[in-house]
């Protein structure tokens, strides 16, 4: 069964510091990986997606994620933080039934001055 | 357009009372989501359904009841509600499947069963 790691709840920066939110999958099949932003108060929004063709589609405000299968990680990156990215994210795998997404448990991000 | 729009927002029931909550999308989507959010957890399927007059259950249906009468109406029911139903309600909806296309949210329904 495919399953999403997120390691830590909560992820504290300052601004302009790197963003770092880790993901770990399991998958018995090639992944379809990703990741997902909520802020306050709203429903989740994409950020980006993986899929087994080996792109990354749609990146936003800065954000890329990493795939390294050796490691079965699929980590948010992003090189400056901004206040605005203040949100929780989520990474996601979609299951073996191909018509549902399983989420991790989020990690909230806060920027600090 | 409004997108995906849950009625009602917020709710208070007591414990063994039920009630419905509407999921309504002007987007001609095929497929419908519906999921909960508590603390710690992130999002886990409660059901969906794949086109107009199908559902099938997800990670977590029991308690739960869900028709889909109208291709553009996704209705999740809690015949007898549980304190451990209070939760954040998300609908989702998608084209062509979460595999090929992208899930659009509503802004949630918050239910408090006491």
């Known amino acids: 069964a495919q399953s999403v790691t997120q390691l830590g709840s909560h992820v504290s920066v300052s601004e302009g510091a790197l963003v770092l939110l880790r993901c770990n999958y399991s998958s018995s099949v090639p992944p379809y990986l990703f990741w997902y932003v909520q802020y306050p108060n709203q429903g989740l929004q994409l950020l980006l997606k993986y899929t087994s063709a080996a792109t990354l589609v749609k990146v936003i405000n800065g954000f890329e994620a990493d795939f390294k299968k050796s490691e079965t990680s699929f980590h948010l990156t992003k090189p400056s933080a901004h206040m605005s990215d203040a949100a929780e994210y989520f990474c996601?795998?979609?299951?073996?039934?191909?018509?549902?997404?399983?989420f991790g448990a989020g990690t909230r991000l806060a920027v600090h001055p | 357009n409004a997108g995906v729009t849950q009625t009602p927002k917020f709710r208070v029931l007591k414990t063994g009372q039920s009630m419905t909550l509407l999921c309504a999308q002007d987007m001609n989507h095929e497929y419908m989501y519906w999921y909960r959010q508590d603390p710690g957890m992130g999002l886990r399927l409660i059901h969906y359904s794949v086109g107009e007059g199908t559902t099938a259950k997800g990670e977590v249906p029991d308690g739960y009841n869900v028709s889909r009468l109208k291709k553009q109406n996704f209705l999740l029911g809690l015949e007898s509600a549980a304190p451990s139903q209070t939760s954040v309600y998300f609908c989702a909806t998608t084209q062509r499947g979460v595999g090929t296309g992208e899930l659009f949210f509503g802004e949630g329904s918050r239910l408090t069963v006491l």
């Open positions: 996601a795998v979609l299951s073996g039934g191909y018509n549902k997404l399983i």
